[in-house]
């Protein structure tokens, strides 16, 4: 069966005009995954739902409110779907890896037009692994790794993307668009090539890191998150450890305080601020994180930097000193409200402090 092409998006926009009564302005720009992997999970009453992976993760007052001005439209689409009469696009794909065919699509409608898009498709495909590295690299005081990409036929593939990159060891092997640490390997030396047996690497895109130590001259492992609008750069939270790799863990008393001394004062961190804001000047993203090492305040070691964190969640927050947590990401949350509005150019009424 011959299958139908998606329908070339036709904006006609009100210029000067105020959205109709009754009239949805927005679009609501989603994508099955280009491989089609989705996962299925069952509520508590049984019931699955879908869960798509590498997408922008916003609050669900945001998306309902969005919903309310907006229209959803699924690429790769069909042709009960239309792109007519809107005014603004939010694009929720938030992961090259996993809709690199989906944010062309968008990318080639839409590059030469005017109409706001919130994260436009092409700043989202700088934030691939392998790109993020070479458009960040340059900004003083922050160090990018080296980062290949690569499709392994056979396990002579790895010592050649190895060789090809002039990587030494160690060197850090993940399948692309993974984000959690699963599958994770760490190549110590030359004897340690078999470890990549470990993971099902077959038929798979894989990425291949420098790895760098980003100790503190005391010891510490430590890791930043910045969340990062058009309107603002704010410290997310950080994360200490026994070893390199560090996930959201249980905080101590201590640990908490020392945390909180820094995030609420963020803002007051010039190093931190001057470092987000030159990011922000590369990747020019309406809202994204980045995950860094802090090995001192002049040197910062990049993970990556993407839409598709986890900054608006409550998850995994410590119940001690929790309502200081909270204002943080209150704070967080008004600057996506803000970076949303701006975008849209509809104001939500008494909502947002100014």
């Known amino acids: 069966m011959k299958r139908s092409k998606p329908p070339t998006p036709r904006p006609r926009r009100a210029k000067g005009a105020k959205p109709a009564t009754g009239r949805r302005p927005g679009i609501i720009f989603n994508a099955l995954p280009t491989h089609r992997d989705i996962q299925v999970q069952l509520t508590q009453r049984g019931e ?3 869960i798509f992976p590498g997408r922008t993760v916003l609050f669900d007052d945001m998306k309902s409110y969005l919903a309310r001005l907006s229209r959803p ?8 779907q239309t792109l007519r009469n809107f005014d603004w696009i939010v694009n929720m794909l938030a992961d090259p890896d996993h809709y690199d065919q989906a944010l062309r699509f968008l990318d080639r409608n839409f590059a030469a037009n005017p109409l706001p898009i919130f994260n436009r498709p092409a700043e989202v495909l700088k934030t691939r692994r392998d790109l993020v590295t070479h458009h960040l690299s340059g900004i003083d005081s922050l160090i990018c790794p080296a980062c290949l990409r690569f499709s392994p036929t056979s396990p002579q593939c790895f010592r050649e993307t190895f060789e090809k990159g002039e990587f030494a060891y160690p060197v850090l092997i993940r399948p692309a668009g993974s984000h959690t640490g699963h599958d994770l390997l760490k190549i110590d030396t030359t004897e340690d090539w078999d470890k990549i047996h470990q993971i099902p690497w077959g038929g798979r895109t894989l990425y291949m890191t420098q790895w ?4 503190s001259d005391k010891g510490e492992w430590r890791k930043l998150r910045l969340s990062i609008t058009s309107e603002s750069v704010r410290l997310r939270h950080i994360l200490y450890g026994d070893s390199w790799l560090i996930h959201s863990a249980h905080r101590d008393t201590d640990i908490v305080n020392r945390e909180l001394d820094i995030l609420l004062n ?7 601020q001057t470092l987000g804001q030159n990011i922000r000047s590369r990747l020019k993203l309406d809202f994204f994180g980045v995950d860094i090492g802090w090995k001192s305040d ?3 070691v990049l993970f990556e930097a993407n839409p ?6 409550y998850h995994n927050m410590p119940t ?3 309502e200081d947590y909270t204002a943080n990401l209150q704070r967080i949350e008004q600057d996506v409200w803000r970076a949303l509005e701006r975008v ?11």
């Open 266 to 272: 963020a803002d007051d961190w010039a190093a931190l």
């Open 212 to 215: 760098i130590d980003f100790r």
């Open 320 to 322: 001690l000193r929790r």
């Open 73 to 80: 439209f699924w690429h790769p689409g069909s042709e009960g």
């Open 298 to 300: 002049s040197a910062f």
């Open 48 to 50: 699955p739902v879908m």
């Open 344 to 354: 849209t150019k509809i104001k939500r009424t008494g909502k947002i402090d100014k």
């Open 308 to 313: 598709s964190m986890s900054i608006l969640s």
